[in-house]
């Protein structure tokens, strides 16, 4: 087996480019607290941190699902359960990416460091929560929670109000989507006893659900702009963002789920780039 072959076996493992979503939202927080850029040094260890959690997140995801992906059909051809990619290598690609996000929390400041495990430890409840709550969703909704927090301790040295409000939106967004993603596999859980807001509420109550946390979303993002201070630019910024979350809606119907993959990837990618670009606009159009 290549070097090239088993690289990608890891970066299909990890879902390696979905770290888009998550990325444009802790730059966005990074601009919003320094209204501008801060030092390279201090970006460049945000980035790693983020990355090295998405991935031990990941990871750990991959894990602790072994057993389910392996009776499941949506999953049987990933490279965890062909055996491309070994569960104690998964495992040691989770002890390091957790390692990784922890000396980088060292690299921002010791409150960052301190705090460090916690996220882990959250990172570890989030696969295993599916044995044994519905709302499993609102545990990845808690990891996105932090990344503003994170951002802000690591920038600040304190948890400013504004990215409290940022990380609530976060919550409910990725939430949402969750909901969304676990509605491919509603039959699924529900034969083999997993639990899922789909696998106790159904289809239709779902994508309700998931509608209100969107909504939930674009109140929180609001607040974050008056908490903020940011103008009139993000804030219509937002308008076109509702534009692209209700369009990821339309794309799934109860009787109709063939479009998640693109309303999960494709629109949620573009969402999160939006707010950047929207939260950039507003700060540099001022100076």
């Not at 031990?56 to 699902?65: E, H, K, L, S």
């Not at 690591?154 to 400013?160: H, R, S």
């Not at 990215?163 to 699924?188: C, K, R, T």
Request: glycine letters at 4%; proline letters at 3%; hydrophobic letters at 55%.
């Amino acid at each position: 087996m290549n070097l090239t072959f088993k690289l990608k076996a890891y970066l299909e493992l990890t879902k390696f480019e979905h770290s888009i979503f998550a990325l444009p939202f802790a730059l966005s927080s990074v601009v919003i607290l320094e209204k501008g850029f801060p030092d390279l040094e201090k970006i460049f260890w945000i980035i790693i941190a983020l990355i090295s959690a998405r991935t031990a997140g990941m990871a750990f995801n991959r894990f602790f699902d072994l057993p389910f992906d392996r009776l499941n059909p949506r999953t049987q051809s990933w490279a965890s359960v062909r055996g491309i990619v070994k569960p104690i290598e998964i495992l040691i690609l989770a002890i390091i990416s957790s390692m990784l996000f922890m000396f980088s929390a060292y690299k921002l400041n010791k409150l960052a460091f301190y705090l460090s495990p916690i996220v882990i430890i959250i990172l570890i409840v989030y696969p295993l929560g599916k044995r044994f709550t519905y709302f499993v969703h609102l545990i990845l909704g808690v990891v996105y929670f932090l990344i503003p927090i994170a951002v802000s301790i690591a920038l600040e040295g304190k948890i400013e109000t504004s990215m409290i409000y940022l990380g609530l939106a976060m919550a409910f967004w990725v939430s949402g989507f969750d909901i969304l993603y676990a509605l491919q596999d509603v039959n699924f859980d529900k034969k083999i006893g997993l639990y899922s807001i789909p696998a106790k509420f159904g289809i239709k109550k779902s994508l309700i659900i998931s509608r209100i946390f969107h909504i939930i979303t674009f109140i929180f993002l609001i607040l974050t702009g008056i908490k903020a201070n940011l103008g009139y630019i993000y804030f219509i910024g937002l308008l076109i963002l509702s534009i692209f979350l209700y369009y990821e809606h339309s794309l799934i119907k109860p009787d109709n789920l063939s479009k998640i993959n693109k309303a999960f990837f494709t629109v949620n990618g573009l969402v999160s780039i939006i707010f950047f670009v929207i939260v950039l606009l507003d700060i540099f159009i001022k100076l």
